[in-house]
């Protein structure tokens, strides 16, 4: 058996199919040689350059217009600065201090509304009866804004730890009932039948199919309340409060510190870019099992 090929213009000559399937002393014709995609022949750059590169180019962009006067001091202190005041407010403790204050309060918010949003989910998603009575006031109070029930949570818990704490788990309760309902709801009938056609319990339904399906919706909704912990921290801290980053932020208003502001919202993103790669760690780790597309 052999394969014919006949470049243009050229004789027809006959291959051996030996030679070009096995490690023969014959060459394989460059015709019959695979081409790599386009984008294995790419000189990769490093994937953390690559993230790395459009904030290092906004921070030289910025440097250049506090240089050039473009950007005042009263405006927007310089990155120069800014980095002074950071290490300032570090060693003297008072930054190292309002962050664990502010950590404490997300931590307990998020602890809260995880445990309300994805229980009421749960009762919503796994019952009729259940979705009838929690769903339509569920989706009357998350149309309400969290930061506009401020000032009645104060009336009711006092200006100590309470309505900040409040504020956070509000807001982290809604994206996670979301996420987790409609994960819940969109788990694939046929697996449902699957399980029941193995004679699996309604609980071993729950565990093992309806669960595990809605773990990825989950974990969104994690992340996006994660985002709305911050977000509401901020008004919770500005706030009747004498402590934590956002009470930084109001005294360097006061005393129109537009320095020590920037860096208050430096911290503010870092811890919600640090939350986030936990979130996305423990993404990897739960979802091993389902094969994701990951850019090209």
């Known amino acids: 058996m052999s394969i014919s090929h006949a470049p243009p213009g050229s004789r027809e000559t006959d291959i051996p199919l030996k030679s070009a399937f096995t490690n ?21 750059v490093p994937r953390w350059l690559r993230r790395t590169t459009g904030p290092v180019l906004l921070l030289l962009l910025w440097q250049l217009l506090t240089s050039t006067g473009v950007l005042t001091a009263d405006v927007l202190a310089s990155p120069g600065r ?18 664990g204050t502010s950590l404490q309060r997300v931590a307990a918010g998020l602890a809260l509304g995880t445990v309300v949003g994805t229980g009421l989910a749960l009762v919503s998603g796994l019952f009729r009866i259940g979705e009838d009575l929690v769903d339509a006031p569920v989706q009357m ?40 309902y409609a994960g819940i709801r969109g788990v ?29 919706g989950a974990l969104t909704g994690l992340r996006y309340s994660l985002g709305i912990a911050w977000l509401a921290l901020v ?25 020590v502001i920037v860096v208050c919202l430096i911290v503010y993103a870092f811890l919600g870019l640090l939350a986030d790669f936990i979130v996305r760690s423990l993404e990897r780790l739960l979802l091993q099992w389902r094969p994701t597309f990951t850019g090209r």
């Open 188 to 216: 694939d009938t046929q697996l449902i039948e699957a399980g029941e056609s193995l004679g699996l319990s309604r609980w071993g339904l729950v565990r093992h199919v309806v669960l595990p399906g809605a773990l990825p």
């Open 24 to 44: 023969d002393s014959q060459p394989i014709p460059v015709d019959l040689v695979p081409l790599l995609p386009a984008s294995s022949r790419r000189t990769r």
């Open 235 to 259: 008004f919770a801290e500005q706030v009747n409060a004498d402590s934590g980053i956002g009470f930084l932020m109001v005294q360097a208003r006061d005393f129109l510190r537009t320095d």
């Open 82 to 99: 800014i980095a002074q005041v950071g290490s300032d407010l570090i060693a003297d403790g008072s930054l190292p201090s309002a962050m």
């Open 141 to 180: 109070l998350r149309t309400v804004p969290f930061v506009g029930l401020i000032p009645l949570f104060i009336i009711w818990f006092g200006i100590g730890e309470a309505p900040k704490v409040a504020i956070i788990t509000l807001g982290v309760t809604f994206p996670l009932y979301l996420n987790v």
